[in-house]
């Protein structure tokens, strides 16, 4: 019971220090957590719940942008030094290709990153397109490279056009490995009703929940 006490304060603590942009509390307790053999994967969801809760006081008018810029330059910290634990503790061998980027007037990255790292770690390979990346630059890399899947990542209410311009250019594709590829979205603003109007076959908001609808996807497609 006090271990699980204990165990909860410290969540609460990561979560504060990221949400009060505490650069130096942030990286000292990752670290002395991560010495303590604590599942990278759990340190990480809390630093993105503190950033959900960074963005909640910038749509409050309690941060400016540089508070957001600060938040994320914290957790690509955050990311350096959990990512070598990640790479040693996730492992698989699926062997399928992802095209993935930051669709078009969209600079975040962060969340794609993890997502694309965590992948490589699964066994899959991943181009990574980067960010602002317009619709008619996924179809193009999709015809040359022949993704077994699409990865679109946004996380501003006006991504969801231009993903749903995407989709929908894929779909028309007179190419019928295009036509038919899955489409996967993924960012943390998004909810069912932003996905019914993109009209993509999956979406997540958590990396391995995402990178278990991909190994659903290649085993759909390998049957
Ligand atoms: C950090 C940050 C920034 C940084 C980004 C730095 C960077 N290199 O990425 C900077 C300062 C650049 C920035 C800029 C802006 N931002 Co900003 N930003 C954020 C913030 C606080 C955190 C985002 C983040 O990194 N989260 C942590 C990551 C780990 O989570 P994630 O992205 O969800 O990723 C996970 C999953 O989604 C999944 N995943 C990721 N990718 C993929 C891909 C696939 C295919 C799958 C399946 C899964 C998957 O894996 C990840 C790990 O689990 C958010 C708040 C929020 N609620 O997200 C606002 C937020 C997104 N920003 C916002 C805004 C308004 C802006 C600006 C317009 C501000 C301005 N006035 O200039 C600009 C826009 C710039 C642009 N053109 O893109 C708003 C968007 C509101 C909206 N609905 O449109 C938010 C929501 C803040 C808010 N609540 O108001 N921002």
């Not at 599942?39 to 942008?65: F, H, S, T, W």
């Amino acid at each position: 019971m006090e271990q699980e006490m204990n165990e909860q304060d410290k969540n609460v603590l990561l979560v504060d220090s990221i949400l009060d942009l505490e650069e130096l509390s942030v990286l000292a307790q990752v670290k002395e957590r991560l010495e303590a053999g604590e599942d990278p994967l759990a340190i990480l969801e809390e630093a993105q719940e503190g950033m959900r809760l960074v963005g909640l006081r910038y749509e409050e008018g309690k941060y400016y942008v540089a508070g957001l810029m600060m938040a994320g330059e914290i957790f690509r910290e955050v990311m350096e030094l959990v990512e070598p634990t990640l790479m040693q503790r996730l492992s698989g061998d699926e062997s399928g290709h992802i095209l993935l980027g930051t669709v078009q007037g969209n600079i975040h990255d962060i969340g794609k990153n993890i997502f694309s790292t965590m992948l490589r770690c699964h066994g899959f390979t991943v181009t990574d397109l980067g960010i602002d990346i317009p619709p008619a630059r996924f179809l193009e890399e999709a015809y040359k490279l022949r993704p077994d899947i699409i990865g679109l990542y946004g996380l501003l209410t006006t991504s969801y056009e231009v993903m749903k311009s995407i989709v929908q250019q894929f779909r028309q594709s007179s190419d019928p490995q295009l036509a038919s590829i899955p489409i996967i979205l993924g960012g943390g603003t998004l909810n069912p009703m932003v996905c019914a109007f993109v009209g993509a076959d999956y979406w997540a908001i958590d990396a391995m929940v995402g990178i278990e609808l991909c190994k659903q996807m290649m085993a759909k497609r390998i049957a």
